[in-house]
């Protein structure tokens, strides 16, 4: 009797470019596969295969052939290395979707622009996923994923193309499965969880740092909209949390500053030399559990990037977010903290103080919230995998 054929997995994204965020979701989506169905063959296409092959040990292949894809292209060269490029991966794509059985997506935000954003980067690129997989009948799914209403013209007609070809969605709130059916995909069978990052362990700090607050800070420029006040809303973002910081130094308090990709480390730089005390530190966190553990040992949290918020409040840690998008504003609303948002192309420093010291007056009463909060999320997204299952794995299914 001839074996049956391993199932071939393939998961695709911005995965190993240096967003923890995007990383932790790869994470949990490997850890259900080798949990669940643990003879199956994984690799991915993605943005950086160097980091993937080397933290996670699986094979991994370029996202795009042309290798300044995400710099701006001003010269003849590199415009016409873009161009190529585009036709190439059109081959490319189609024959590393064909070799597998399934394609996952795992998490971020690949149905929104509320960051700057062209319609021949990324966008193309899960297009160009999504049709290969209708060709060749490759089931390709998009879990746990992130939308946002999308202005540029191309760029939603891309990304509703993309939807509309997927063979499963889910989503990581409500407000990303509106935004789908805004745009016109039915998504009366689509299903929203937690985002996958809550399936991951959660940290146990041995040592807490007593009065630490951590800052997640972010490279923030304004969404995709936002690129003729670009420079002021980030002059603006960066004054107002600098100011924040001061005052904490002022009181005391260790600051630690949390990051969540490479461009924010500019951010942690320009808030050091402005305040100038050994109170700040930076951490080096290059995984979203080290980023987890960081948020753990403090007494609070305030925190720009969606998966800083995202370990703050998986740590049980009371949180404020600087909110930059509406998924922040969601996240907080289902974790019990929507009181706590601050709009973070507007910081207003002594507002935000106040906030502040709003959080930390009821953080037992928080930490509690976020423990029942917590528990919830975790059977919620029990559930995603079961479904996953059931859609992708209909053989292996109980």
């Not at 995709?224 to 002059?235: F, K």
């Not at 009371?318 to 009181?339: I, Q």
Request: hydrophobic share 45%.
């Amino acid at each position: 009797m001839t074996a049956r054929r391993p199932l071939r997995v393939g998961v695709f994204g911005l995965l190993g470019s240096g967003n923890l965020g995007n990383d932790g979701s790869l994470e949990a989506v490997l850890g259900y596969l080798r949990t669940e169905h643990p003879a199956a063959v994984v690799d991915a296409l993605c943005g950086g295969p160097e980091a993937v092959r080397a933290r996670y040990r699986i094979p991994a292949t370029r996202l795009h052939w042309y290798r300044g894809e995400y710099r701006t292209a001003s010269r003849a060269g590199s415009i016409a290395g873009k161009a190529v490029g585009k036709l190439v991966d059109v081959v490319r794509t189609a024959a590393w979707v064909r070799r597998h059985d399934v394609v996952i997506v795992p998490g971020m935000g690949v149905l929104e622009a509320t960051l700057p954003l062209r319609p021949w980067g990324f966008p193309y690129a899960l297009f160009l996923l999504c049709a290969s997989g209708r060709l060749f009948g490759t089931r390709v799914a998009l879990a746990g994923v992130g939308a946002a209403p999308i202005a540029d013209r191309a760029v939603r007609a891309l990304v509703r193309r993309s939807a509309r070809l997927a063979a499963y969605r889910s989503y990581r709130d409500e407000l990303s499965r509106a935004a789908m059916r805004e745009m016109g995909v039915d998504t009366t069978r689509d299903e929203v969880y937690p985002d996958l990052a809550f399936s991951l362990p959660t940290p146990v700090v041995e040592e807490p740092a007593p009065g630490r607050v951590c800052v997640g800070v972010m490279d923030f420029h304004g969404g995709n909209d936002d690129r003729d006040r670009a420079e002021e809303i980030h002059r603006r973002y960066v004054d107002g949390t600098t100011r924040f910081v001061r005052a904490l130094v002022e009181d005391g308090r260790p600051v630690r500053l949390l990051t969540g990709d490479g461009a924010d480390f500019a951010v942690v730089g320009a808030i050091i030399e402005a305040v100038d005390s050994p109170l700040v530190t930076a951490s080096d966190a290059s995984s979203l559990a080290e980023l987890m553990a960081e948020t753990a040992a403090a007494d609070a949290v305030v925190a720009t990037r969606y998966h800083n918020l995202v370990c703050a409040l998986k740590s049980g840690t009371p949180t404020l977010a600087l909110s930059y998008a509406a998924k922040s504003d969601a996240l907080m609303e289902l974790m019990g903290l929507g009181e706590f948002r601050h709009p973070a192309r507007e910081v207003d420093a002594d507002r935000l103080i106040e906030q502040f010291r709003e959080l930390e007056k009821r953080a037992a009463e928080l930490r509690q919230t976020l423990t029942e909060r917590n528990l919830a999320a975790r059977r919620r997204l029990e559930h995603q995998f079961t479904a996953l299952t059931t859609a992708l794995f209909p053989k292996e299914s109980p």
